[in-house]
């Protein structure tokens, strides 16, 4: 059982950066797949980046590669997103999930555990 917290989440004008976090319960997080995801009002959920279980492979979606990186402390079971040169349409809650499958997994019926949420908005 993996149990996630996301933060980082806030206002920022475009052009800016923000980091979130993704912070898990559990003695095995070190074994977990994690992926970051967003949903827009009005829009279905939508894959953002995920990073395999030792960090070594990561995936993007086109909306935010060269923009956004993903990262994982696992000593301190923490996923990061840096996402840098936002932009209104990255405006969405962030979501991180956990899955002990396949790395690489972009649908979100894929992962097993997730997280509450965490805003960002982006202001033009």
């Known amino acids: 059982q993996v149990q996630l917290v996301e933060s980082g989440g806030g206002l920022v004008q475009a052009g800016g950066s923000l980091r979130l976090s993704c912070l898990a319960s559990?003695?095995?997080?070190?074994?977990?797949?994690v992926g970051w995801f967003r949903q827009a009002p009005g829009k279905e959920r939508e894959f953002v980046s995920a990073i395999g279980w030792n960090g070594r492979n990561t995936y993007y979606a086109d909306s935010v590669k060269g923009r956004f990186t993903i990262s994982r402390d696992n000593p301190k079971n923490t996923v990061y997103l840096q996402m840098n040169r936002l932009k209104p349409e990255d405006t969405a809650v962030y979501y991180c999930a956990a899955d002990r499958g396949v790395t690489g997994h972009v649908n979100d019926y894929e992962y097993d555990y997730w997280g509450q949420g965490t805003q960002v908005t982006v202001s033009s």
């Open positions: 559990g003695r095995t997080f070190s074994l977990y797949n």
